[in-house]
């Protein structure tokens, strides 16, 4: 199995940026497909964007496209979650996730396709 934590989160204004970072410990990193969630306060948990185990392929929802870029060292453990042109709109709890078979997009973008998960980051956008 793999542990997951999560760093990065904080509070930043409109139009800001921040860098979340996923630290993996345990099995190999590269076993595994990564993806990010959120959740806000009072909603469901839902797909932000994942990546495939060399790193090759990502993926994205659309309300982040253009503005986020996930990415991952697979010689660090690491995986990332680069968000620029932040909206009140993205704060939430951040929870990086890994995925022991999924390698589809749409398996990808499913919450019960991820068998690890981090204790999450809050990411809190001001307007």
């Known amino acids: 199995q793999v542990q997951l934590v999560e760093s990065g989160g904080g509070l930043v204004q409109a139009g800001g940026s921040l860098r979340l970072s996923c630290a993996a410990s345990?099995?190999?990193?590269?076993?595994?497909?990564m993806g990010w969630f959120r959740q806000a306060p009072g909603k469901e948990r839902e797909f932000v964007a994942a990546?495939?185990?060399?790193?090759?392929?990502?993926y994205y929802a659309e309300s982040v496209k253009g503005r986020f870029t996930i990415s991952r060292d697979n010689a660090k453990n690491t995986l990332y979650l680069q968000m620029n042109s932040l909206k009140p709109e993205d704060t939430a709890v951040y929870y990086c996730?890994?995925?022991?078979?999924?390698?589809?997009?749409?398996?990808?973008?499913?919450?019960?396709?991820?068998?690890?998960w981090g204790q999450g980051t809050q990411v809190t956008v001001s307007s």
């Open positions: 345990g099995r190999t990193f590269t076993t595994y497909a």
């Open positions: 990546i495939s185990r060399s790193g090759d392929s990502t």
């Open positions: 996730a890994a995925a022991s078979t999924a390698s589809r997009p749409g398996p990808l973008m499913r919450i019960s396709s991820y068998d690890y």
